[in-house]
């Protein structure tokens, strides 16, 4: 199955490469140059995963970001000219997987989009439990759901393959660079705002005190690891 | 209880010293307290010395009023006192001059009671207190006849006069005193006037006793007004300097207060000015230098803003296109085994001149973010071993390609530091790098090592080396140690200047090292704590295998400053 792209952007030479390029690696883009009709593009395409550019026409990129995000959680990566950490931060905040800077090899950015498209391979039929008693966190890895204390909490791939990673070896700590290879399939360690970003949003969704982690801890200068009883 | 004496003695004793101690400390600290006080408030000493000054000079005048009003007083007295001495010597003179003979005891202390009456019987001295006693020569003082005839008066004229004012008086002087003596249990000063009285068997001497109460009174009662009213003076300059001091202190403290918050960064800080007198200049000028400050800052915040702004939109246009042209290029060099050879060879060229435009452009934005100010720092955290490792894994392929091999010294323990690993890594891939393009071909060594406050990388190579005085010269922007060398690895020659800036950013020194045929070394000195100041660093500049025999190669340090990793800092851009 081919997978589809919906490729925002406002400059044209540059979609019209980038298509030939996706097309040539076996994808199917559809293409929208401005943020205004970002969003109703996403809904008629139902793509399998979004190119968005950061600076458009209309609507900012990351506001079309948040807008996609509020209704799937379908993979997100961004095309930025900004390596700024802000400018990258706000991104990845808003709710970007992944993030590719300008000028980027066509390699490297089928190889970040297949990353994000190789998913649900593994289908062993595994439950996860992490967290302290009383405060624990269940994963369903077939089925794709989390829950806590029974209620379901909707996370987005990205961000449940990160507590998957964290969760089959708990009491191991994963430095940064091993996540970003396990979960966001960097061979070489790429910027690790990328970690920090969306163990930050893992956290808000799944921890009762984000300030205070119970369930994803820190470890000082090394990196995370996943909190048990 | 039987303590021994001395051991109670020495306990007495060690408790009094403990007391004592506590005494000291106790003063000590307090005198430290009025100290601060007396320096740090204007007020205060102002107040302290108007108050000493005005009570010296209010004292004196005081002082010099009471005894002006006083002499005064008994002068009046005095002159009032004579002219009755006079008129009761001329009555005494006359009669007791008609009588002859001496030689009657009875005859004179009758005369003397006579005399005595007629004395009191004066219209002066009808109702006064005013006491008037009569003495023969020689007599001892129980001779003395006094009127009022009462004992408590006579002890009193006997007290009252002295004999050496009867001495005087004897002389043929009209002399007088003052003396206060008991009269019936409590004090009284008299004005003791004596005139000698002749009379033909012999001097007599006359005596008057002026009560002086009235006066002692009238004195007392100057002597208090002066007190009240210098007291009262005094307290009252004191409040008016306060008061004064106050007016003038609180602009001066309120403007102080003011400076202080402009400095922190709230600009928007003015004085209140009121009226136009000189303190409302100092608040307008304060005013105006506020604003001015306020203009200006907000001026250079705007053109740092735009300057950011600029660099973003370049940023984003050119590499928009470039993009663009990197996606064609790449497409057209997979392609190029079925192009004829001097159009693959293009193809390769352009792919390969490519990516040297990409990381210019990527150099060139990120000095430009470095001289606008905008760099941040995103300290964490990290263990320098494994940044080491992996910057070395990293170039270990570029490495092999020279054929220098790279050595690593590190310690076994992790070395956790509170760096930006982006950064940290970007500067050592860059000092890496530029070894194994200078090298050549020798062993490159990297060492890390860190002590209580500081941790120290230091590149090591043996390949050319570069002049002395060049130590400076290699952070330069696109510098070059020998132009007409051709460049091997094309590097774009800011490296070394962003890794100077990384360096300054962490708060930490980049320096270096080299000598021609010798090699060169770079040491990268970060703090363990972000922010820390560095005063050491645990590796030494100078390797130990340099040859300083020849020449001591001296190493200039570009000592770099700590500066403050502020994000929006606009001044210094």
Redesign the interface.
């Known amino acids: 199955m081919r997978a589809r792209v919906l490729v925002v952007d406002d400059d044209p030479a540059l979609a019209e490469m980038l298509g030939i390029v996706l097309r040539s690696e076996g994808f199917l883009p559809s293409f929208v140059a401005d943020g205004e009709r970002a969003l109703a593009a996403f809904r008629e395409a139902r793509p399998d995963i979004v190119l968005l550019d950061l600076m458009l026409p209309g609507m900012s990129g990351i506001d079309v970001c948040r807008a996609i995000r509020a209704e799937s959680g379908v993979p997100i990566v961004m095309l930025t000219a900004k390596s700024d950490t802000v400018d990258v931060v706000l991104g990845l905040e808003s709710g970007a997987d992944d993030y590719v800077v300008k000028p980027f090899k066509p390699k490297e950015l089928v190889a970040r989009m297949r990353a994000r498209l190789r998913r649900g391979e593994d289908v062993t039929p595994e439950m996860l439990t992490i967290g302290p008693p009383g405060n624990q966190i269940t994963i369903d890895v077939p089925a794709h759901t989390v829950s806590r204390n029974s209620d379901e909490v909707r996370l987005t791939p990205l961000e449940f393959d990160l507590l998957v990673a964290l969760a089959r070896k708990p009491r191991q700590v994963f430095t940064r660079e091993v996540l970003l290879e396990q979960v966001w399939g960097y061979r070489h360690a790429a910027d690790t705002r990328l970690v920090n970003v969306h163990v930050q949003r893992l956290r808000a969704k799944i921890e009762p005190d984000p300030e205070r982690p119970e369930i994803i801890l820190t470890v000082r200068g090394v990196g995370y690891k996943a909190g048990t009883g | 209880m039987a303590l021994p004496r001395d051991i109670l003695a020495s306990r007495v004793t060690a408790a009094l010293r403990t007391t004592r101690r506590t005494v000291v400390r106790r003063v000590t600290v307090a005198w430290a307290a009025v100290r601060r006080a007396w320096r740090l408030s204007l007020q205060l000493r102002i107040v302290t010395i108007t108050l000493a000054i005005s009570a010296a000079l209010v004292g004196t005048f005081g002082f010099l009023v009471a005894k002006g009003i006083t002499d005064n007083l008994l002068q009046a007295r005095r002159d009032k006192a004579l002219e009755q001495v006079e008129v009761g010597a001329g009555l005494a003179t006359r009669q007791l001059g008609v009588v002859t003979q001496s030689s009657d005891p009875d005859l004179q202390t009758v005369r003397f009671a006579e005399v005595l009456s007629l004395l009191a019987s004066r219209p002066e001295q009808i109702g006064s207190d005013v006491v008037v006693a009569i003495v023969r020569r020689g007599d001892p003082e129980t001779a003395i006849k006094s009127w009022p005839d009462n004992a408590a008066v006579a002890a009193a004229a006997q007290t009252a006069i002295t004999p050496a004012l009867r001495d005087t008086v004897n002389q043929g002087w009209v002399a007088h005193q003052h003396r206060t003596v008991d009269l019936d249990g409590r004090p009284e000063t008299y004005l003791v006037y004596g005139t000698p009285v002749p009379t033909n068997w012999g001097n007599v001497e006359l005596y008057y006793l002026f009560p002086l109460a009235s006066e002692v009174k009238a004195a007392e009662q100057v002597t208090r007004t002066v007190i009240v009213t210098g007291a009262a003076l005094v307290i009252l300059l004191a409040l008016i300097a306060a008061l004064v001091t106050r007016l003038v202190v609180r602009p001066v403290r309120l403007a102080a207060r003011t400076a202080q918050r402009l400095s922190a960064g709230l600009l928007d800080q003015r004085m209140v000015v009121r009226g136009e007198d000189d303190l409302a200049q100092l608040g307008e000028a304060f005013n105006q230098m506020a604003g001015n400050l306020q203009r200006q800052i907000q001026r250079l915040e705007e053109m740092s803003r735009l300057q950011r702004r600029f660099t ?1 939109d370049v ?2 246009e050119l ?10 290029a ?2 057209i060099f997979s392609e190029r085994d079925s192009f004829d050879p001097a159009v693959a060879r293009s193809a390769e060229l352009l792919q390969l001149e490519l990516d040297r435009f ?1 990381s210019l452009l990527t150099d060139l934005l990120e000095i430009s ?1 470095f001289d606008a100010g ?1 760099a ?1 720092l ?1 300290a964490e ?3 320098l071993v ?1 940044i080491v490792r ?1 910057v070395a894994d ?1 170039l270990s392929s570029v490495a092999e390609r020279a054929c220098c091999p790279v050595e690593l010294q590190l310690p076994a323990a ?1 070395v ?1 530091a509170e760096v930006d ?2 950064r940290v890594e970007r500067v050592l891939r860059n000092l890496v790098g530029n070894a194994v393009e200078h090298g050549e071909g020798k062993p490159i060594r990297v060492t890390l090592a860190a002590d209580g406050g500081a941790a120290a990388v230091t590149v090591r190579d043996h390949g050319i080396g570069f002049n002395t005085g060049e130590e400076k010269l290699v952070f330069n922007r696109f510098w070059r140690a020998d132009p007409s060398r051709a460049r091997q690895t094309g590097g774009t020659g800011l490296g070394l200047s962003i890794s100077l800036e990384d360096a300054r950013l962490h708060g930490g020194w980049l320096e270096a090292w080299g000598a021609p045929g010798q090699g060169a070394q770079f040491r990268l000195t970060l703090p363990l704590r972000a922010g820390d100041r560095l005063v050491s660093s645990p590796l030494r500049l100078v390797p130990d295998d340099a040859h300083l025999g020849v020449r001591p190669a001296q190493p200039a340090t570009i000592e770099v400053q700590v500066l403050a990793p502020t994000g929006s800092e606009a001044g210094d851009a």
Request: charged share 35%.
């Open positions: 973003s940023s984003h590499r928009t296109p470039l993009t663009t042209v990197r996606m064609a790449d497409l990409e973010r905008f941040v995103d955290p990290n263990d494994g992996r990293r992790p956790i690993a982006r």
